[in-house]
């Protein structure tokens, strides 16, 4: 087993690290979106964004690991996979650890289930550093076309996006869903993503329905609640890449990254059916529905997010229930 050398600008990278403040913290929500896109665009099971400094690795966002039975902790730099990005400077990708004498001795390798996959790209600071990677990873060998590679690049760009020294409101206050800034900011940037690698996607517009209403029957405490409970359902209802934000006083935005219509549809039900089922445990005044539309975006088609939540507004009114995709 080979400790993974240091980087040619280890200084200056360990100093843009801390300038970051990653290090010694938790795993941060802002990076899953990305962690978890990575790893369902590649098929594998289990995807995570590390930073790496002179003696350890922190996991600032891990996805899969439960599920495929496999606890990461707190690797240690010299015989990590992430480590020799950052040293390298560029991709890494290892078909089978076990094949491999940099990684076959390291005990998540060698354990049942045990790591076989790994795939790594830098994850560079607003100036340019290597702090860390984005990686894909599995408990199966595979193979990882350069087209694979590419893509992972791509969507580390996306993260970079997130990396700044100075803390910025990225969250709607009442709901905990993104707010309108930062939901165009990141949607956009998903946008792109999809365009240059073909995909399409859907954006959906869920409009509260009678908020007005519920404010003056039952006071803006009551209409406070029910869009709390409305980004909180929409937000369980889409998966974690997928992005969920408050554009408006009333109104939600769905994206839906590598969805098509027939996707959107059974997003759409599943809201309808959530909808119904809260209404009817919820027991509290102010009934939760929502007014819904949706616009597609075709494979290799442009957009952004301000005109598809125009396109998207919903052309007829359901309670609760959904406007034709």
Not at 18 to 41: G, H, I, N
Not at 76 to 92: I, Q
Request: glycine share 10%; aromatic share 6%; proline share 5%.
């Amino acid at each position: 087993m080979e400790a993974a050398p240091f980087a040619s600008d280890e200084r200056g990278r360990l100093f843009a690290l801390q300038e970051l403040r990653l290090l010694d913290t938790a795993p941060e929500a802002r990076f899953d979106r990305v962690v978890q896109l990575a790893a369902r665009l590649s098929g594998t099971r289990i995807g995570i964004m590390s930073v790496v400094d002179e003696r350890r690795v922190f996991i600032k966002s891990a996805y899969g690991t439960k599920q495929a039975g496999i606890e990461l902790g707190q690797p240690v730099r010299d015989y990590w996979f992430c480590s020799h990005v950052v040293a390298s400077g560029e991709p890494v990708v290892v078909p089978d650890a076990r094949e491999d004498r940099r990684f076959r001795s390291i005990l998540l390798v060698t354990a049942e289930p045990g790591l076989r996959f790994y795939a790594g790209v830098p994850v560079r600071a607003p100036g340019g550093e290597i702090i860390g990677a984005l990686a894909v990873l599995d408990t199966e060998e595979r193979d990882f076309p350069a087209s694979e590679v590419t893509a992972l690049e791509d969507l580390a760009r996306l993260l970079e996006g997130e990396l700044s020294p100075l803390p910025f409101v990225t969250t709607d206050a009442l709901t905990g869903a993104m707010n309108a800034r930062n939901f165009e900011r990141i949607g956009n940037r998903m946008l792109e993503f999809g365009d240059g690698r073909a995909r399409p996607s859907v954006m959906l517009r869920a409009d509260v329905v009678g908020l007005g209403q519920i404010n003056e029957a039952y006071g803006s405490a009551v209409g406070d609640r029910v869009l709390k409970e409305a980004a909180d359902l929409l937000g369980r209802t889409v998966r974690g890449s997928d992005l969920v934000g408050r554009v408006d006083s009333d109104e939600f935005g769905v994206l839906l990254i590598g969805a098509d219509a027939n996707s959107a549809r059974l997003v759409i039900d599943r809201i309808v059916v959530q909808a119904l089922n809260h209404n009817r445990t919820s027991g509290h005044p102010g009934t939760l529905a929502f007014h819904l539309g949706g616009a597609v975006v075709v494979a290799g088609e442009t957009a952004d997010v301000a005109g598809l939540l125009v396109t998207a507004a919903p052309q007829r009114p359901a309670a609760p229930g959904a406007a034709a995709v």
